[in-house]
């Protein structure tokens, strides 16, 4: 499958063995390039991915690829086999309800943490987004759920955590714009209500209570989630 690239980031072709020095740039350029197609579900859940492929479209040799693919594997958005290849992560149903099941016990503990710590400009950011999500379109309403929920935890001083959750949150990307498709989330009056439950709690610095409305906000899309199956049909 061939690889969209982001013209406007593009460099010269390497053209000899490539150095500690071009290694990084070469690799970040890959990394977010391909992070935005997988987010964006440009290249769907299971697609293989050709080192050679994309050493032509980034324009770059196979060591800053391979790079690449290892982070993007430790982000939870690439799959390695060994001597087989790389793909595009995909999860089961079962995968993935064990993946929310997951997310229902640390985000709200991530969130506890965090709340304390939220400036009184967080929480207006948090509101502003909550209100922009409202009337947003499918692609909008994605991106900006993304950066309310990870906004909500930036006071936390847990890295080991918030790498596990930001993980989870890309590895089940693709299936949550499946659902947001099948089900109109983005239109969905409860989702715009937890939000602001949710903002509400954050600005009284209830950590208890945002926590529980976290926990039966991820708990619901859950419970749909496996309710919808053919949502992880990537055939």
């Known amino acids: 499958m061939a690889v969209v690239t982001d ?14 020095a071009d290694t990084g740039p070469a690799s970040d350029r890959i990394v977010a390039g391909l992070r935005r197609q997988i987010l964006s579900g440009e290249l769907p859940p299971g697609s293989r991915i050709v080192q050679e492929d994309l050493a032509r479209e980034f324009n770059a040799s196979r060591l800053p690829v391979r790079d ?13 086999v060994a001597n087989t290849g790389a793909w595009v992560e995909s999860l089961s149903v079962h995968e993935c309800t064990e993946a929310y099941l997951i997310r229902e016990r640390l985000e709200p503990l991530l969130l506890s943490l965090s709340t304390p710590h939220l400036s009184d400009d967080d929480v207006a950011h948090l509101e502003d987004l909550a209100v922009r999500m409202r009337g947003a379109d499918l692609e909008a309403f994605l991106r900006l759920d993304r950066e309310f ?10 890295p080991m955590t918030e790498e596990i959750v930001r993980r989870l949150w890309n590895s089940t990307q693709p299936y949550r714009r499946a659902y947001a498709v099948l089900v109109g989330v983005a239109d969905s009056p409860a989702t715009h209500a ?16 945002a926590a529980h409305v976290l926990e039966l906000h991820i708990r ?16």
Not at 7 to 16: I, L, V
Not at 68 to 79: D, S
């Open 68 to 80: 690449a693919l290892r982070r993007l594997e430790a982000e939870g958005l690439v799959r390695l």
């Open 149 to 158: 929920h990870l906004l909500s935890y930036a006071g936390a001083t847990a």
């Open 220 to 235: 619901r899309t859950r419970v749909e989630l496996a309710r919808h199956p053919d949502v992880f049909d990537t055939d």
């Open 194 to 209: 937890e939000h602001t439950l949710l903002v509400e709690a954050l600005r009284r610095r209830d950590a208890q209570d």
């Open 7 to 20: 013209t406007s980031t593009g460099t010269p072709p390497t053209t000899g063995p490539t150095t500690a």
